[in-house]
């Protein structure tokens, strides 16, 4: 595997990078347990921050899920004793397997351009990845995705991550925290690329789980205002996304201003027998647009016979529909 971009290591001060470096060679060498030489500090926050953004900056670290370490009073050194959730042979084993695994699936998009290959990971991670909430100690990381095809937001984030690297693709991994308030129970994982020199954010559990009638594509390459309409503040380091203007609908001109653009794309939808899906541009999408958006959409279908299935991304602003032969059934 290639050299992760360590985006959270380049923000951390100079006590903090030393920690985290003697972090990564004692994880690399798979040690059961090393020397943290001149630690500031005994404080196992201080140290679990270290270890938490090292772990994001080097997602292929999949075997190493904790700590513990011991210190000794006037000493400036501390023993650090990893968690590792297999043992060194299988962790070798799977290593071997998922270099081998990275290399072949990045294999075909190397000469892609920079947005292409984005798009190759993303795709990918929709048409072959499982979301699953299994209690397995691998469903958080690299081996749940590309070695068992299920695992949750981190996983899916720490793969695409492990793949952009390997494509030479700027990418790291944002989390944003809980919200009981609003009940979120969990943190949430995804990732921000760089492309052209501006950065934009893409959430592929998002789109993977909306990917039932083909890829869904609302969460490529949002920039911050977008994102966090449903998504929460980010608590870790991130740069600012300020680019809307290579989302995904936008790039492909499935970003409607003019409903008269609408109730034409979905009389050639209801004629050809396809899904269509589409992003609202024009204006904010209140009740009174969506209805009027969904009643040019139904009345296409109509003229064809036909009734129309639509879903809504409503914070995206995003519809997506097809038609059924009209038998009088109700609409979903």
């Known amino acids: 595997m290639k050299q992760a971009e360590e985006y959270y290591y380049g ?29 500031p500090t005994t404080d196992g926050n ?26 000794y009073k006037d000493s400036p050194n501390l023993i650090l004793i990893p968690e590792y959730i297999f043992d060194k042979n299988k ?43 299994l209690k397995k100690p691998y469903s958080h990381e690299i081996i749940g995705p590309l070695g068992h095809g299920v695992g949750v937001c981190e996983g899916i984030a720490k793969s695409v991550k492990v793949l952009c690297d390997a494509l030479g693709v700027w990418c790291i991994i944002a989390i944003c925290g809980n919200n009981p308030e609003k009940g979120i129970k969990y943190r949430h994982t995804w990732n921000i690329v760089k492309l052209g020199g501006k950065y934009y954010h893409m959430d592929v559990t998002f789109d993977n789980s909306l ?77 009174e647009i969506l209805g009027e958006l969904l009643e040019l959409i139904r009345k296409a279908g109509k003229e064809k016979q036909k009734s129309a299935r639509i879903s809504l991304n409503w914070p995206q602003a995003v519809l997506c529909f097809d038609y059924v032969e009209d038998q009088g059934q109700p609409e979903t």
């Open 91 to 133: 962790i070798r084993e799977h290593q071997k397997a998922l270099g081998a695994r990275v290399d072949k699936l990045v294999r075909p998009a190397m000469k892609l351009s920079e947005w292409d290959k984005e798009k190759y990971v993303h795709d990918f991670i929709c048409e072959n990845i499982r979301y699953d909430k």
């Open 211 to 287: 990917s039932h009638n083909g890829i869904r594509y609302d969460y490529f390459n949002l920039d911050d205002k977008n994102i966090f309409r449903d998504h929460e503040p980010l608590i870790a380091p991130a740069p600012h996304c300020t680019d809307g203007d290579h989302f995904y609908y936008r790039e492909k001109k499935l970003s409607f201003t003019k409903q008269e653009d609408v109730y034409k794309r979905a009389l050639q939808t209801a004629k050809k027998g396809r899904v269509f899906t589409f992003h609202w541009r024009g204006g904010y999408l209140t009740r």
């Open 46 to 71: 201080w140290l679990y921050d270290v270890f938490f953004q090292l772990r994001l900056d080097h997602p292929e670290i999949f075997w190493a899920v904790g700590f513990k370490y011991r210190y």
């Open 11 to 39: 923000r951390m001060p100079k006590d903090k990078q030393n920690v985290y470096r003697a972090m990564l060679h004692g994880l690399m060498e798979l040690s059961d347990e090393f020397l943290i030489p001149q630690v």
